[in-house]
């Protein structure tokens, strides 16, 4: 392994690539996103698309620099081989963990997810491509035993299995989150049409969608549904709508209480993660006791989404949940520091 690959030259590389994907020329990108489609039928353009303009974000220069400097990083005299086990609900879901231990200096072996290896793949043959230097510090592999680290995301049910197999290892293993929505029945329709992507864009299935909603009242559900009614186009694809009419028939069997627009299901419930198609509320009287309940759920929450607020001051913005900034780290545990310890 080269040990000459300072921090400031991985750093450039990654601005590169970023600089590389605003360049994207139309050809190119549509050869890519068909590759990707082609193995997931869920992988959208408009999916694909953003998941590019998200990566993008996280490549900007300020927010690099700015995210690095907040660290001492040391380069590592014997970079540690970091195992990352990657999900593939979204497109290149997994590019932050990749980012993350290849700007620490370690080595990342990649086991890719069956659902998304065409973004991911391409993404890192740019990079080494514009630093031949990451060549060595890369490997995809089908098994990823005998690492010196290990960060996996899955399900609950995966995870108690990365824990038996990786916990005597140090190690970052993240099961299901998702997130919820305030609404305090003062939001504009700005508001809640910017709300309408952090419950639609990638279908709802990224751990950053909306799964659930907290109201004050029925009537703020009524509204819902007329606001978002711009994002129907969700039902045009035919894995979306397959599920939204399952979902509706069973409720409809069963006799459960609903409201429907024609593409999205509101059920009353006090579970947090909401079948695709069906977005849960559930009703709260104060923000005192719903931020007593939440606090009660945080181990099971990624982003609260709100409007301005002094009892919950770190609410997302409407329409933001997609837009993570590097030091927004999945299940909020810092991954650069955990890395950073292993040197």
């Known amino acids: 392994m080269n040990s000459e690959f300072p921090l400031a030259d991985r750093i450039s590389a990654f601005i590169r690539l970023g600089f590389q994907l605003s360049d994207l020329k139309e050809e190119e990108m549509h050869t890519l996103f068909q590759e990707a489609q082609n193995q997931n039928a869920w992988f959208t353009y408009q999916s ?6 998200g990566i993008k974000i996280l490549l900007e220069k300020k927010a690099l620099e700015l995210w690095v400097s907040r660290y001492s990083l040391v380069e590592p005299s ?32 990649i086991k890719l997810s069956s659902q998304d290896t065409a973004l991911p793949l391409w993404l890192l043959n740019q990079l080494k491509a514009i630093e031949p230097r990451f060549s060595d510090r890369i490997f995809i592999e089908d098994l990823i035993k005998n690492k010196q680290a290990y960060i996996a995301t899955g399900s609950d ?8 197999y990786f916990g005597k290892y140090p190690h970052l293993i993240r099961s299901n989150r998702t997130s919820v929505a305030i609404l305090q029945g003062n939001e504009s329709s700005a508001e809640i049409q910017a709300l309408g992507h952090d ?22 559900l ?50 947090l993660v909401s079948p695709i198609a069906v977005l849960y509320y559930e009703l709260y009287t104060n923000l005192e006791d719903l931020k007593e309940k939440l606090q009660l759920l945080d181990s099971k929450i990624q982003c609260m989404v709100g409007g301005a607020s002094a009892i919950l001051p770190d609410l997302v ?16 545990v810092d991954t650069l520091k955990f890395l950073q310890e292993l040197t």
């Open 48 to 53: 694909l698309n953003q998941a590019l303009e």
């Open 78 to 109: 014997h970079p540690s081989q970091v195992g990352l086990m990657l999900a593939g609900n979204i497109p290149g879901v997994g590019f932050h963990d990749i980012l993350a231990v290849l700007i620490s200096g370690h080595v990342a072996c």
């Open 157 to 164: 049910n995966s995870a108690r299995y990365f824990h038996y």
């Open 199 to 220: 419950i639609f864009d990638y279908f709802g299935l990224g751990c950053r969608n909306i799964s659930k909603i907290y109201v004050r009242d029925k009537e703020q």
């Open 222 to 271: 009524t509204s819902l549904l007329d606001e978002i009614q711009s994002f129907e186009w969700v039902a045009n694809h035919h894995k979306y709508f397959n599920n939204y009419e399952y979902n509706k028939s069973i409720y409809l069997v069963n006799g459960t209480p609903h409201l429907d627009n024609g593409f999205l299901l509101l059920k009353e419930s006090v579970d």
């Open 317 to 332: 913005p409407f329409g933001h949940t997609q837009c993570p900034a590097p030091w927004d780290y999945a299940d909020r």
